[in-house]
């Protein structure tokens, strides 16, 4: 069975920075699909950035509007970890961000689809401070 790792999260002030990473443990083989949302308590999964690839070298790294500009995520050259690169971080960003995968086409690989991917991680809590 899949697992996901996540790992990165922490406490940083308004407009600091992190980087959050996502390691599959167990079976090694990737899925065409992995991406990130975030959860507050009492609130919505919010799909935050995807990474589609097709194992050819053909990357499509989708992101929500909510962060676009400030979030990017990629995966790293073996195309096994993912990482989501977080700037100018704001109080709303606070919340946990879990990472999750999913073979689907590029086209079903967008931020939205994300929060219903069966394979997810435990979750990483980021916290911005005024």
């Known amino acids: 069975q899949v697992q996901l790792v996540e790992s990165g999260g922490g406490s940083v002030q308004t407009g600091g920075s992190l980087t959050l990473s996502c390691a599959p443990a167990?079976?090694?083989?990737?899925?065409?699909?992995m991406g990130w949302f975030r959860q507050t308590p009492g609130n919505d999964r919010e799909g935050v950035a995807a990474v589609w690839s097709n194992g050819r070298g053909v990357h499509y790294e989708p992101i929500a509007d909510s962060v676009k500009g400030r979030f990017r995520a990629y995966k790293d050259s073996a195309g096994k970890t993912l990482y989501l690169q977080m700037h100018s971080l704001k109080p709303e960003d606070s919340a946990m961000y879990y990472c999750?995968?999913?073979?689907?086409?590029?086209?079903?690989?967008?931020?939205?689809?994300?929060?219903?991917?069966?394979?997810r991680g435990q979750g990483t809590q980021v916290t911005v401070s005024s």
């Open positions: 167990g079976v090694t083989y990737s899925r065409s699909c």
């Open positions: 999750a995968a999913a073979d689907t086409g590029r086209d079903n690989c967008q931020p939205r689809h994300i929060p219903d991917f069966t394979y």
